[in-house]
């Protein structure tokens, strides 16, 4: 499958950047930065789930999701979301376009039917996989080859916001699958910067830890 070229809208992609920033579903912390469970020290820190929790913000998002679907996946059969911040958006896109949901688990259940997809999807069916966030591409690409594996198709992968790591892109690229969100860190620092929730002597701090986020901090 050969990759789509995914372009997102510009105005959209500032609006849902700072739409982030005001409800602190970001927060970017230069001076002090965050330590994730991996041990990264990051000056990032973004929790999509927040944003279930703001209709208004939610509603953007879904319209979002739908326009990118509506223009680069026409052909669209079911929508899964990735568990678990993922699935709230994919239930309300699944709504807006009248498709069929089913959503994605980290790993098979241990029990019962030991299902790794919940929900109906059948051989062949053309499938978005909805992402609230993209890292470093590896949960989100497993989601979509287990969509795969399961013998549905997957178009490609979409999610709000992205670090714009090379790492996603490369891994993505790899398995020719298609991936976009929403807005992305490009985008936020240049919101933040104009909302004053930045300096602009901390944006080459910043731009160097997407650079090499191994070696910040340090």
Known sequence: MSATTIRT??????????????????????QQPFTWTSGLKSPIYCDNRLTISYPEVRERIAEGFVSI?????????????????????????????????????????????????????????????????ISTGGSSLKVALAVNE????????????SYQFDKAKEAFDGAGVPFETLTNYTTLLQVALAKGSIQEQDLAALQAWRANPSEYGK
Request: net charge negative; proline share 6%.
């Open 69 to 133: 679907i509506r223009e680069y996946f026409p052909d669209a059969e079911v929508i899964a979301g990735a568990a678990t911040g993922g699935i709230p958006h994919a239930a309300w896109v699944a709504q807006k376009l009248g498709l069929p949901m089913v959503y994605v688990r980290d790993k098979a259940k241990g029990h019962g039917k030991e299902n790794l997809i919940e929900g109906t999807i059948r051989p062949g069916q053309k499938t978005v996989v909805i992402e609230d966030l």
């Open 150 to 161: 399961a013998g549905a198709a997957a178009l490609g992968v979409l999610g709000i916001f």
């Open 9 to 30: 809208n510009p105005q959209l992609a500032e609006q849902i950047a700072a739409d982030l920033l005001s409800i602190g579903a970001v927060a970017l912390r230069p």
